[in-house]
């Protein structure tokens, strides 16, 4: 699942299915596990269907009534920090436990 239209395209999965929801939300909208559930299940059915290596569906569903949000989204521009050649870290304690290679377990993979 993606709403990444030309990203996913550039990385070419097997298949894909594209919502055009804002990025962060390609699963749906907030507090809406309804229209959640729809998508998911939109999104399954399709993988269900396209056969053909590449293909890209585009699920059925509106961020909204006009495409307002879409300005905004490229009005606002990228306030990302700008990347580094090295790791950084969110403080001294997570450092010398990256670098001390020894750190907490992962709660997912317990490793």
């Not at 990256?98 to 993979?109: F, I, L």
Request: aromatic residues 8%.
């Amino acid at each position: 699942m993606t709403s990444a239209r030309d990203i996913t395209r550039a990385v070419n999965p097997p298949r894909a299915a594209f919502l055009d929801f804002p990025l962060g939300h390609t699963t749906g909208k907030p507090h809406a596990p309804d229209l959640q559930r729809r998508i998911l299940v939109e999104a399954l059915s399709s993988f269900e269907t396209m056969t053909a290596p590449g293909s890209m569906k585009e699920l059925p569903f509106r961020w909204s009534e006009d495409e307002e949000w879409k300005a905004k989204a490229f009005a606002e521009g990228d306030d990302r920090a700008p990347r580094h050649d090295t790791p950084q870290y969110q403080d001294e304690e997570d450092r010398r436990l990256a670098e001390e290679g020894g750190g907490r377990p992962c709660p997912a993979c317990r490793s």
